[in-house]
Protein backbone atom coordinates (compact mmCIF):
# COMPACT_ATOMS: atom_id res chain seq x y z
CA UNK A 1 0.00 0.00 0.00
CA UNK A 2 3.14 2.25 -0.21
CA UNK A 3 2.38 5.55 -1.90
CA UNK A 4 -1.41 4.68 -2.36
CA UNK A 5 -3.63 7.88 -2.09
CA UNK A 6 -6.16 7.31 0.37
CA UNK A 7 -8.92 9.48 1.19
CA UNK A 8 -7.09 12.85 -0.25
CA UNK A 9 -4.18 12.59 1.70
CA UNK A 10 -0.89 10.32 1.44
CA UNK A 11 1.25 8.34 4.23
CA UNK A 12 0.77 8.98 7.73
CA UNK A 13 -1.43 11.74 7.83
CA UNK A 14 -4.15 9.83 5.31
CA UNK A 15 -7.07 9.27 8.19
CA UNK A 16 -7.48 5.62 9.74
CA UNK A 17 -11.11 5.32 9.12
CA UNK A 18 -13.92 7.79 7.43
CA UNK A 19 -17.32 8.34 7.78
CA UNK A 20 -19.72 7.52 9.84
CA UNK A 21 -21.80 5.91 6.92
CA UNK A 22 -25.22 4.24 6.86
CA UNK A 23 -25.28 0.62 6.21
CA UNK A 24 -27.92 -0.30 3.53
CA UNK A 25 -27.23 -3.71 3.39
CA UNK A 26 -25.27 -6.67 4.28
CA UNK A 27 -23.82 -8.63 1.72
CA UNK A 28 -23.17 -12.23 2.88
CA UNK A 29 -21.66 -12.62 6.47
CA UNK A 30 -18.49 -11.09 6.43
CA UNK A 31 -19.45 -7.55 3.94
CA UNK A 32 -21.78 -4.52 3.76
CA UNK A 33 -22.42 -2.03 1.12
CA UNK A 34 -22.93 1.63 2.75
CA UNK A 35 -23.94 4.82 1.71
CA UNK A 36 -21.12 7.04 0.73
CA UNK A 37 -21.05 10.45 0.30
CA UNK A 38 -21.12 11.67 -3.76
CA UNK A 39 -17.46 12.98 -3.73
CA UNK A 40 -16.66 9.11 -2.65
CA UNK A 41 -18.62 7.81 -5.77
CA UNK A 42 -15.55 6.65 -7.47
CA UNK A 43 -15.27 4.09 -4.22
CA UNK A 44 -17.23 0.52 -4.28
CA UNK A 45 -19.26 0.34 -1.93
CA UNK A 46 -19.17 -3.02 -0.21
CA UNK A 47 -16.30 -3.14 2.70
CA UNK A 48 -15.65 -6.46 4.09
CA UNK A 49 -16.27 -6.01 7.77
CA UNK A 50 -12.58 -6.42 9.09
CA UNK A 51 -12.42 -2.44 7.59
CA UNK A 52 -15.56 -1.24 9.65
CA UNK A 53 -15.89 0.52 12.66
CA UNK A 54 -18.11 1.17 14.87
CA UNK A 55 -19.80 4.33 15.13
CA UNK A 56 -19.83 5.12 18.84
CA UNK A 57 -21.22 8.96 19.02
CA UNK A 58 -24.92 9.67 19.36
CA UNK A 59 -26.33 11.15 15.69
CA UNK A 60 -29.15 13.44 17.56
CA UNK A 61 -26.16 15.09 19.13
CA UNK A 62 -24.31 16.01 16.31
CA UNK A 63 -24.73 19.91 15.34
CA UNK A 64 -25.31 20.87 11.94
CA UNK A 65 -22.24 22.97 10.54
CA UNK A 66 -24.39 25.47 9.04
CA UNK A 67 -25.93 26.63 11.89
CA UNK A 68 -22.64 27.23 13.64
CA UNK A 69 -21.96 31.23 13.02
CA UNK A 70 -18.25 32.03 13.87
CA UNK A 71 -17.43 36.21 13.72
CA UNK A 72 -14.81 37.37 11.25
CA UNK A 73 -14.06 39.88 14.18
CA UNK A 74 -13.72 37.69 17.00
CA UNK A 75 -10.14 37.52 18.31
CA UNK A 76 -8.65 36.71 21.79
CA UNK A 77 -5.54 38.28 23.50
CA UNK A 78 -4.34 36.72 26.50
CA UNK A 79 -3.60 39.28 29.18
CA UNK A 80 -0.75 38.92 32.02
CA UNK A 81 -1.25 38.35 35.23
CA UNK A 82 1.50 38.68 37.31
CA UNK A 83 5.56 38.44 37.11
CA UNK A 84 6.69 35.43 38.77
CA UNK A 85 10.24 36.16 38.10
CA UNK A 86 12.82 38.67 37.06
CA UNK A 87 16.15 37.78 34.74
CA UNK A 88 19.09 40.02 33.60
CA UNK A 89 21.49 38.39 30.78
CA UNK A 90 24.87 40.15 29.96
CA UNK A 91 25.80 40.26 26.93
CA UNK A 92 29.55 41.34 25.81
CA UNK A 93 28.09 45.07 26.70
CA UNK A 94 24.89 45.26 27.51
CA UNK A 95 22.48 43.97 29.75
CA UNK A 96 19.23 42.28 28.80
CA UNK A 97 16.15 42.46 31.17
CA UNK A 98 13.38 39.23 30.86
CA UNK A 99 10.70 38.83 33.32
CA UNK A 100 8.83 35.27 33.54
CA UNK A 101 4.77 35.96 32.36
CA UNK A 102 2.21 33.88 33.73
CA UNK A 103 -0.85 34.63 31.65
CA UNK A 104 -4.53 34.46 32.07
CA UNK A 105 -5.16 31.21 30.09
CA UNK A 106 -2.61 28.98 30.82
CA UNK A 107 -0.46 27.08 34.26
CA UNK A 108 2.42 28.26 36.22
CA UNK A 109 4.37 25.67 34.19
CA UNK A 110 3.62 26.84 30.67
CA UNK A 111 4.65 30.71 32.18
CA UNK A 112 6.99 32.47 29.25
CA UNK A 113 10.19 34.85 29.27
CA UNK A 114 9.70 38.19 27.62
CA UNK A 115 11.78 41.19 27.82
CA UNK A 116 11.20 43.29 30.12
CA UNK A 117 10.88 46.25 28.02
CA UNK A 118 8.11 45.18 25.19
CA UNK A 119 6.16 43.84 28.58
CA UNK A 120 6.16 47.59 30.33
CA UNK A 121 5.12 49.16 27.24
CA UNK A 122 1.93 46.88 26.59
CA UNK A 123 1.13 46.22 30.14
CA UNK A 124 2.53 48.99 32.92
CA UNK A 125 0.23 47.93 35.68
CA UNK A 126 2.46 44.82 36.23
CA UNK A 127 4.82 47.29 37.21
CA UNK A 128 3.61 49.54 39.86
CA UNK A 129 7.06 50.55 41.10
CA UNK A 130 7.97 52.18 38.04
CA UNK A 131 4.69 54.04 37.54
CA UNK A 132 5.09 56.57 40.68
CA UNK A 133 7.13 59.38 39.59
CA UNK A 134 9.96 60.50 41.39
Not at 96 to 111: E, M, Y
Request: hydrophobic fraction near 45%; charged fraction near 25%; glycine fraction near 6%.
Amino acid sequence: MKGVMRFGKKGKLSPRYVGPYKILKRIGNVAYELDLLAELAAMHPVFHISLLKKCEGDPASIVPLGSVVVKDSLTYMDVPVEILDHLVKRLRNKKVASIKILWRSQSVKVATWEAEEAIKAKYLHLFPYDSIPS
